[in-house]
């Protein structure tokens, strides 16, 4: 069974721009959750979709947005970027309850200049 | 709300030493909890998970964990270090119908010294 899939793995921008990152979950599963990574912060949460509804929101600005397919695929979006948004976005899918293991990408390093 | 604290940003043991990483959580018990590995330039990998009524659980690779709710403790161990520990070990909670919200600890880098 093929792993979470996320693309592109690197991508440099610059500020003000705007990116998408996309992950594609493991088959069957239909939750999906987006994480950002930096040195500074750790990991932190940014949202997470269940059957293409957004059912739990981190605390990040609205640039950050996110959707999800009816084929359970995510898309995360942001809007104007800024140099603090340089990170790692991993994105974990999983069955759907609560309490069950993420499964995660090897996410997509972003870095904005 | 749920929070998790991860003492020591860096271990450094010797091969063939027993590995210790220290969680501790919230005094609220969360249903679940979790360590993950991460090696470099890759995502997260479960070494195992916790759910109520367990006190010791095994993980992946030799690892295990011990809950201790008098102590709110989830340390991470491993009787015997191998070089291929060397990685970043993250310890993480999810509340009860917080599904796919993971809170992490700041993590622990793990050195292995031959």
């Known amino acids: 069974k093929a792993g979470v899939t996320q693309t592109p793995r690197y991508l440099i921008k610059t500020r003000g721009q705007q990116v998408t990152l996309s992950c594609s979950p493991i088959s069957g599963h239909r939750s999906v959750s987006w994480y950002q990574q930096t040195p500074g912060q750790g990991l932190q949460f940014l949202f997470e979709y269940f059957s293409e509804t957004q059912r739990n929101k981190g605390n990040f600005p609205g640039r950050f947005s996110g959707r999800q397919f009816s084929n359970s695929r995510s898309e995360m979006n942001v809007s104007t970027l800024e140099l603090g948004d340089s990170a790692l976005y991993l994105c974990?899918?999983?069955?759907?309850?609560?309490?069950?293991?993420?499964?995660f990408g090897a996410g997509t390093r972003l870095s904005v200049l | 709300a749920q929070s998790v604290t991860q003492l020591g940003s860096h271990v450094s043991v010797s091969e063939g030493a027993l590995v210790l990483l220290r969680c501790n959580y919230s005094?609220?018990?969360?249903?679940?909890l979790f360590w993950y590995v991460q090696y470099p330039n890759q995502g997260l990998q479960l070494l195992l998970k916790?759910?109520?009524?367990?006190?010791l659980v095994k993980g992946i690779n030799g690892f295990e964990a011990e809950f201790k709710k008098s102590e709110t403790s989830f340390h991470l161990t491993k009787p015997s270090a191998h070089m291929s520990d060397a990685a970043e070990y993250f310890c993480a909670v999810m509340g009860e119908n917080q599904g796919g919200k993971l809170i992490f600890g700041q993590g622990t880098e793990l050195s292995v010294k031959p």
């Open positions: 974990a899918s999983s069955l759907a309850a609560s309490g069950n293991i993420q499964y």
């Open positions: 005094s609220s018990v969360p249903p679940y």
């Open positions: 916790y759910t109520t009524g367990a006190t």
